[in-house]
């Protein structure tokens, strides 16, 4: 009724086993189950079709596939390994699967498969058999056959084969002689044959010439997306920006004008003993908020840590550790302060002594 | 600003008002749910036995008498002279040592004011507070700040939670100590999750979209006005989960409190399990059994972070400078801080000298030793304080912990510990003795 249908996987395995079983089912003790296999196989194959289910009775399917299952079925890990352990027994001795060892009569599943399993180490070479990757690698060697061998015969090879480890065979080959193109002089003429290679790779081919054109594009698309990341037009203030006469600034007093646009108090004020107009950066030196000039207190104070300041940028409350910074201010040309943004003074560095950071009054 | 006191009062008297009618009612809720269980004598006043169901009845009845007057605008209030004294003792220094105390307290004593009826009792001390409290303009303005009324709540949540876990380890704890197995032992019926766990996930979000749009109708969002990169709004604040860290950036260098020590605290969170070797406490609440991992988690919790928003949040006001809960945010408000570095104190102070100051024009190398000679009084007593304090801390009073540790676990546990502490050291340093910075090298952006 199998045939009748597409078989399935399951279907096919068991219809693999069945044949070898049959082939390999002479012995004695395995025979009867091994019979027994044929009708049992295709039950548990069915089992998930409901259609063959239906057409095989499901009454005596149940406790068929039990028994025969060791010789015909799959073999469940414990079955192979004493399956294992019965051919490590059987080699020395030299015997036949019949001589293996019987040690459970009464439960009738346990012997079977070593007797079974045996005889497969027998009749598996013809068959296929165990292939291992020395036994592919050795003859993949010797190209004596192509394809996969048994282990029995990478066994008979093996000895006649060097290039599988045995110990003895170990012998060091003598140096071959360095032929003349090995020779290290040799190697200065290769540099040249490389570029001459690169090029090759780069623009010899079609294919090379297209993933060379892509990454010049690629990189090329890389640049300009970088240059996009400028902006055409700045609309900042200039660095450099006239704030008026030294006049214009009362000794004493703290400009707030510039404030918004620049950022820059510009004060005249006593430091270190002597008047001075210099320009303050408005950036607290602790984490860069804007601190705010308070009239009544005569201080700098941020709002954000509660850094204190004097009128000339000394830090002495909160925790700002430096003093605020100055910007560079001269006298330009027609008598007015000139502030540039771009260079800076630190006071803790000793800077507020160079006569760029302020203007003697 | 305001206008009258008695202008603000009417404005407020609705809410507050409304506030004693909730006071009320939720006493009266518990004296219900205490009537259904059967009433309990909590004590006996001149012969009669008051059960906790009439006690409670009682302290709704007073706050529906008082829920009239603030309706009609004369609610009670504290005096001048109390609020004064609480503006005092919400100084900074009161403040922190203030709550240490308060934890020990609550450490101390955690059998006692976890009874319900204790818990309960605070619980209404602590309302009617606030209900008195907000009758000040200068309170209400910064407690009812759309920004601010959250965190409100979330303080008496966390008061609610740490009243839960401390009530269930006091359980715990007892029950342990008489040989009986912790109370969750005894719950592991099994629960499913469908539709237990199901059920009271819906419930909580229904509930809580509820309190959303009841939130998002109720108060304002807290927009400001457009964004200026010269004016910086005074007082500057970071979201309230951040105040921990924007106080601790008022006591150290930015590199210091903002990167070095938030790094520290996040890798020494990760290295809690491998540093903890007490196996009691998993699946349970309990105190007495973990005591140690409990008192450390108290104190960075709660003191190194909840102490420290509640203070950013109610405290700190224009310049960043402190203000009690019922003082007016004045921006010109003048405070002495005029703080110096410990070599300042050491040179000047100590020694009568100038700082040691390198001869001018000598190389960078030179420069370099005199800023060390220079801080070295402050270099010493960091290193001492990091290197010496953990041997000596092995030798006294955690010798049993060294003994199970070993060194190399000991060791950073150690040191977890001792910056820990050395945030509070330092603020109480900068609060009572104007200390700037222990080490201090504005040439190298290095400040400790």
Same mark, same amino acid.
């Given at each position: 009724?199998?045939?009748?249908?597409?078989?399935?996987?399951?279907?096919?395995?068991?219809?693999?086993?069945?044949?070898?079983?049959?082939?390999?089912?002479?012995?004695?003790?395995?025979?009867?189950?091994?019979?027994?296999?044929?009708?049992?196989?295709?039950?548990?194959?069915?089992?998930?079709?409901?259609?063959?289910?239906?057409?095989?009775?499901?009454?005596?399917?149940?406790?068929?596939?039990?028994?025969?299952?060791?010789?015909?079925?799959?073999?469940?890990?414990?079955?192979?390994?004493?399956?294992?352990?019965?051919?490590?027994?059987?080699?020395?001795?030299?015997?036949?699967?019949?001589?293996?060892?019987?040690?459970?009569?009464?439960?009738?599943?346990?012997?079977?498969?070593?007797?079974?399993?045996?005889?497969?180490?027998?009749?598996?070479?013809?068959?296929?058999?165990?292939?291992?990757?020395?036994?592919?690698?050795?003859?993949?060697?010797?190209?004596?056959?192509?394809?996969?061998?048994?282990?029995?015969?990478?066994?008979?090879?093996?000895?006649?084969?060097?290039?599988?480890?045995?110990?003895?065979?170990?012998?060091?080959?003598?140096?071959?002689?360095?032929?003349?193109?090995?020779?290290?002089?040799?190697?200065?003429?290769?540099?040249?044959?490389?570029?001459?290679?690169?090029?090759?790779?780069?623009?010899?081919?079609?294919?090379?010439?297209?993933?060379?054109?892509?990454?010049?594009?690629?990189?090329?698309?890389? &640049?300009?997306?970088?240059?996009?990341?400028?902006?055409?037009? &700045?609309?900042?203030?200039?660095?450099?920006?006239?704030?008026?006469?030294?006049?214009?600034?009362?000794?004493?007093?703290?400009?707030?004008?510039?404030?918004?646009?620049?950022?820059?108090?510009?004060?005249?004020?006593?430091?270190?003993?002597?008047?001075?107009?210099?320009?303050?950066?408005?950036?607290?030196?602790?984490?860069?908020?804007?601190?705010?000039?308070?009239?009544?207190?005569?201080?700098?104070?941020?709002?954000?840590?509660?850094?204190?300041?004097?009128?000339?940028?000394?830090?002495?409350?909160?925790?700002?550790?430096?003093?605020?910074?100055?910007?560079?201010?001269?006298?330009?040309?027609?008598?007015?302060?000139?502030?540039?943004?771009?260079?800076?003074?630190?006071?803790?560095?000793?800077?507020?002594?160079?006569?760029?950071?302020?203007?003697?009054? | 600003?305001?206008?009258?006191?008695?202008?603000?009062?009417?404005?407020?008297?609705?809410?507050?008002?409304?506030?004693?009618?909730?006071?009320?009612?939720?006493?009266?809720?518990?004296?219900?749910?205490?009537?259904?269980?059967?009433?309990?004598?909590?004590?006996?006043?001149?012969?009669?036995?008051?059960?906790?169901?009439?006690?409670?009845?009682?302290?709704?009845?007073?706050?529906?008498?008082?829920?009239?007057?603030?309706?009609?605008?004369?609610?009670?209030?504290?005096?001048?002279?109390?609020?004064?004294?609480?503006?005092?003792?919400?100084?900074?220094?009161?403040?922190?040592?203030?709550?240490?105390?308060?934890?020990?307290?609550?450490?101390?004593?955690?059998?006692?004011?976890?009874?319900?009826?204790?818990?309960?009792?605070? @619980?209404?001390?602590?309302? @009617?507070?606030?209900?008195?409290?907000?009758?000040?303009?200068?309170?209400?303005?910064?407690?009812?700040?759309?920004?601010?009324?959250?965190?409100?709540?979330?303080?008496?949540?966390?008061?609610?939670?740490?009243?839960?876990?401390?009530?269930?380890?006091?359980?715990?704890?007892?029950?342990?100590?008489?040989? @009986?197995?912790?109370?969750?032992?005894?719950?592991?019926?099994?629960?499913?999750?469908?539709?237990?766990?199901?059920?009271?996930?819906?419930?909580?979000?229904?509930? #809580?979209?509820?309190?959303?749009?009841?939130?998002?109708?109720?108060?304002?969002?807290?927009?400001?006005?457009?964004?200026?990169?010269?004016?910086?709004?005074?007082?500057?604040?970071?979201?309230?989960?951040?105040?921990?860290?924007?106080?601790?950036?008022?006591?150290?260098?930015?590199?210091?409190?903002?990167?070095?020590?938030?790094?520290?605290?996040?890798?020494?969170?990760?290295?809690?399990?491998?540093?903890?070797?007490?196996?009691?406490?998993?699946?349970?609440?309990?105190?007495?059994?973990?005591?140690?991992?409990?008192?450390?988690?108290?104190?960075?919790?709660?003191?190194?972070?909840?102490?420290?928003?509640?203070?950013?949040?109610?405290?700190?006001?224009?310049?960043?400078?402190?203000?009690?809960?019922?003082?007016?945010?004045?921006?010109?408000?003048?405070?002495?801080?005029?703080?110096?570095?410990?070599?300042?104190?050491?040179?000047?102070? #100590?020694?009568?000298?100038? #700082?040691?100051?390198?001869?001018?024009?000598?190389?960078?190398?030179?420069?370099?030793?005199?800023?060390?000679?220079?801080?070295?009084?402050?270099?010493?007593?960091?290193?001492?304080?990091?290197?010496?304090?953990?041997?000596?801390?092995?030798?006294?009073?955690?010798?049993?912990?060294?003994?199970?540790?070993?060194?190399?676990?000991?060791?950073?546990?150690?040191?977890?510990?001792?910056?820990?502490?050395?945030?509070?050291?330092?603020?109480?340093?900068?609060?009572?003795?104007?200390?700037?910075?222990?080490?201090?090298?504005?040439?190298?952006?290095?400040?400790?």
């Amino acid at each position: 009724m199998a045939e009748q249908k597409k078989l399935s996987v399951q279907e096919i395995l068991a219809l693999a086993r069945k044949q070898k079983a049959e082939a390999a089912g002479e012995a004695a003790p395995a025979s009867e189950p091994a019979a027994a296999a044929p009708e049992a196989a295709p039950p548990v194959a069915e089992a998930p079709a409901p259609v063959a289910a239906e057409a095989a009775p499901p009454a005596e399917t149940p406790p068929k596939p039990a028994a025969p299952k060791p010789a015909g079925g799959k073999m469940s890990v414990a079955e192979m390994l004493a399956a294992a352990r019965a051919q490590g027994a059987a080699k020395p001795a030299g015997a036949a699967a019949a001589a293996a060892p019987v040690p459970k009569p009464e439960a009738p599943a346990a012997p079977k498969p070593k007797p079974a399993a045996a005889e497969k180490n027998e009749a598996a070479p013809k068959v296929g058999g165990p292939k291992d990757t020395a036994s592919i690698l050795a003859a993949a060697r010797k190209g004596a056959k192509p394809g996969p061998i048994t282990k029995a015969e990478a066994a008979a090879k093996e000895k006649a084969d060097p290039t599988t480890d045995e110990k003895p065979a170990r012998v060091a080959p003598p140096m071959p002689v360095k032929p003349a193109a090995a020779m290290p002089k040799a190697a200065k003429g290769a540099p040249a044959e490389d570029r001459r290679g690169f090029l090759t790779v780069m623009f010899g081919s079609m294919l090379g010439l297209g993933y060379s054109a892509l990454a010049l594009a690629g990189g090329l698309w890389t &640049l300009g997306l970088a240059r996009f990341m400028y902006p055409n037009i &700045l609309t900042e203030p200039p660095s450099q920006f006239k704030v008026g006469f030294p006049s214009d600034f009362a000794p004493g007093k703290v400009e707030e004008k510039f404030k918004a646009q620049f950022g820059v108090w510009i004060v005249n004020t006593e430091y270190n003993g002597h008047l001075e107009i210099a320009a303050i950066r408005t950036v607290c030196t602790h984490l860069g908020c804007t601190p705010n000039w308070l009239e009544a207190e005569q201080k700098f104070k941020c709002p954000c840590h509660g850094s204190g300041f004097y009128k000339d940028g000394i830090n002495f409350e909160g925790p700002a550790p430096r003093p605020l910074e100055r910007y560079a201010i001269t006298l330009a040309d027609d008598g007015q302060l000139q502030v540039d943004k771009s260079k800076l003074f630190f006071e803790e560095m000793g800077q507020w002594s160079d006569p760029q950071s302020f203007y003697s009054v | 600003m305001h206008g009258s006191h008695a202008d603000f009062l009417a404005r407020i008297q609705l809410g507050l008002g409304f506030f004693y009618l909730l006071l009320a009612a939720m006493n009266w809720v518990a004296a219900l749910l205490l009537w259904r269980d059967g009433p309990k004598p909590y004590f006996k006043l001149g012969g009669i036995t008051v059960t906790n169901v009439f006690a409670w009845l009682i302290v709704g009845g007073l706050f529906l008498i008082v829920a009239p007057f603030a309706m009609m605008g004369s609610p009670p209030e504290f005096s001048e002279s109390v609020k004064h004294v609480i503006n005092e003792l919400s100084g900074p220094v009161t403040l922190t040592v203030g709550s240490l105390v308060a934890m020990a307290f609550l450490f101390v004593f955690r059998g006692w004011w976890t009874k319900p009826p204790i818990a309960w009792l605070l @619980l209404n001390f602590s309302l @009617l507070a606030m209900g008195l409290a907000v009758t000040d303009a200068n309170f209400f303005e910064i407690v009812g700040k759309p920004d601010n009324v959250p965190i409100v709540g979330l303080v008496y949540l966390l008061g609610f939670f740490t009243w839960l876990a401390t009530y269930k380890a006091v359980i715990n704890d007892d029950r342990m100590a008489q040989g @009986l197995p912790p109370i969750e032992k005894t719950e592991d019926e099994k629960v499913l999750v469908w539709p237990d766990l199901v059920y009271t996930e819906m419930i909580c979000m229904v509930a #809580m979209t509820a309190l959303m749009l009841v939130w998002a109708l109720a108060l304002q969002a807290p927009l400001e006005e457009p964004a200026s990169s010269v004016k910086t709004p005074n007082p500057s604040k970071a979201p309230w989960y951040f105040l921990g860290l924007q106080e601790m950036l008022v006591y150290y260098d930015p590199w210091y409190a903002g990167v070095v020590l938030p790094s520290i605290v996040v890798f020494g969170l990760m290295a809690i399990p491998f540093l903890d070797f007490n196996k009691a406490g998993n699946g349970y609440y309990t105190i007495s059994q973990r005591k140690f991992s409990y008192i450390v988690f108290q104190i960075g919790f709660f003191e190194l972070w909840i102490v420290l928003i509640i203070l950013g949040t109610f405290l700190r006001g224009p310049n960043w400078n402190f203000f009690g809960p019922f003082e007016y945010w004045d921006a010109h408000k003048v405070l002495a801080q005029n703080n110096v570095d410990l070599s300042q104190y050491f040179w000047g102070g #100590m020694l009568g000298q100038g #700082m040691p100051k390198a001869p001018a024009g000598s190389g960078p190398g030179m420069e370099f030793l005199y800023i060390l000679w220079r801080e070295s009084p402050g270099i010493i007593l960091t290193l001492a304080y990091l290197v010496l304090l953990p041997p000596i801390l092995a030798a006294t009073v955690f010798r049993g912990f060294f003994a199970k540790m070993g060194l190399i676990r000991f060791m950073i546990m150690s040191n977890l510990l001792l910056l820990m502490i050395s945030l509070p050291l330092k603020m109480v340093l900068r609060w009572t003795v104007n200390l700037k910075y222990i080490i201090s090298i504005p040439e190298y952006f290095l400040n400790f």
